[in-house]
């Protein structure tokens, strides 16, 4: 594939670079594939995305580079960005006040994924500086994924709701300590103050910039109409400045960007939705996320020796994510049914577990080489599969308002239209 794109460059010589000819062509197959998959199977729009960035980086793409880093890495950055906003935006910190074990859930799946993978992969000869970092992408869920399953399947109710805030607060965790940790990777032995300064600094100055972020849009809030285009560019252009600067100052952007919806939502606490302007440019974003997440990770070792330690970390992962679900679901309201589709909404793994693990690879390359070879397999089977039982568990859960069923098969093309909309 590198060869063609090499003869195309030859006379091919847009103003813009062929870089982003290919590109634009490769979002437009994506947005066409995407339509077509939600059309005929009824699955989520994204699987088709990730399908398309799965066969072009198996063919050898070279518009991904891995690890992140440059204008790819801000992309991915910044598509996280936009979907942690928002995510943190519906997060109401009352709402642990009044039913606390809504957190106690939310800690302990994330712990018990954490060190029962950790565990699989010391079995599995994993070296230790290796088996934590992989048991950190581990803990991380996908809200970017939920939130497009949830969009598509049109879902609304309990198990929704709690999907996307134990989803959200696992990239929590994983962003804050994978920062921390990589500062570590090659300081081994270091004491007690010296492994605290780092997840201190990523924490600081995250909290630093979310809680600006927020304070200028509570002050634009406070003239501004929230349905204004103009308030949509406001945000963007905010959201994106927060990226570019987090992450030079020491933090995470992700996580400041997740911080500041929060906290928005506690000066602000007045529902409030996005314009249509600022979801048609997050979609294309959020597109954009999914398929270079996917074309990176497609450029995996793809060997045998790994393919027993990808099946395991995945099988124990759900297994560990269940578990902790179920324990921290006596009482917190929902029902045994409720918190095994809970459970299951909880599979998706993307760009957070991506960015988490390109941030050691960066750190160290021979560690980073361990963590890449089974993370990176990991993480594309999960977004694909993840979607997957995502969508299953919300339907099973009777959540969402569309029925499982080709588009083609239920209606005429205003029907499509309306669907669409």
Not at 61 to 88: H, K, S, T
Not at 193 to 214: D, K
Request: glycine fraction near 10%; aromatic fraction near 8%.
């Amino acid at each position: 594939m590198n060869e063609l794109m090499s003869f195309g460059a030859q006379w091919l010589r847009p103003s813009a670079g062929l870089p982003t000819v290919q590109w634009s062509l490769l979002l437009a197959v994506a947005s066409i594939t995407g339509y077509l998959v939600q059309r005929y199977s009824g699955l989520p729009k994204v699987v088709g995305y990730t399908l398309v960035g799965t066969i072009v980086g198996l063919l050898g793409f070279g518009g991904a580079v891995w690890p992140l880093q440059g204008i790819g890495l801000f992309l991915v950055e910044l598509g996280v960005a936009v979907v942690l906003f928002e995510a943190g935006g519906r997060i109401p910190l009352r709402w642990f006040r009044h039913n606390p074990m809504v957190l106690v859930q939310s800690i302990a799946e994330s712990a018990f994924t954490y060190f029962a993978v950790y565990w699989t992969m010391l079995w599995f000869d994993v070296p230790e500086r290796a088996a934590g970092p992989l048991a950190l992408v581990a803990m991380a869920a996908s809200p970017a994924v939920l939130t497009r399953v949830v969009s598509d399947t049109r879902a609304a109710g309990p198990v929704t709701d709690r999907a996307v805030v134990l989803a959200t607060l696992s990239s929590l965790y994983a962003l804050a300590l994978g920062s921390a940790q990589a500062e570590l990777i090659n300081r081994p032995g270091v004491g007690l103050v010296g492994t605290l300064y780092p997840a201190l600094v990523v924490l600081g100055v995250s909290v630093a910039v979310g809680a600006l972020l927020s304070l200028i849009l509570r002050l634009a809030l406070r003239v501004m109409s929230p349905t204004s285009e103009n308030t949509s560019m406001l945000l963007m252009a905010l959201i994106a400045a927060s990226t570019a600067v987090t992450a030079h100052m020491g933090g995470s952007a992700p996580l400041a960007a997740l911080l500041g919806g929060m906290l928005l939502k506690q000066l602000h606490p007045r529902p409030w939705a996005w314009p249509r302007q600022m979801g048609t440019a997050s979609s294309l974003l959020t597109m954009l996320m999914f398929v270079l997440v996917s074309t990176v990770a497609a450029q995996a070792d793809w060997s045998g020796p790994v393919v027993g330690a990808v099946l395991a970390l995945i099988f124990v992962r759900l297994l560990a994510k269940a578990l902790g679900v179920g324990v921290g679901n006596v009482g917190s309201g929902a029902s045994w049914r409720q918190a095994l589709w809970l459970s299951c909404a909880m599979a998706p793994m993307s760009a957070i577990a991506l960015l988490v693990a390109s941030q050691f690879v960066v750190a160290s390359a021979s560690t980073g080489h361990l963590i890449a070879r089974i993370a990176l397999p990991a993480i594309l089977v999960m977004e694909v599969l993840g979607a997957v039982i995502a969508t299953v568990a919300i339907y099973r859960a009777g959540e969402s308002s569309k029925p499982w069923a080709p588009l083609s098969s239920r209606g005429s093309n205003t029907g499509d239209t309306q669907r669409e909309s």
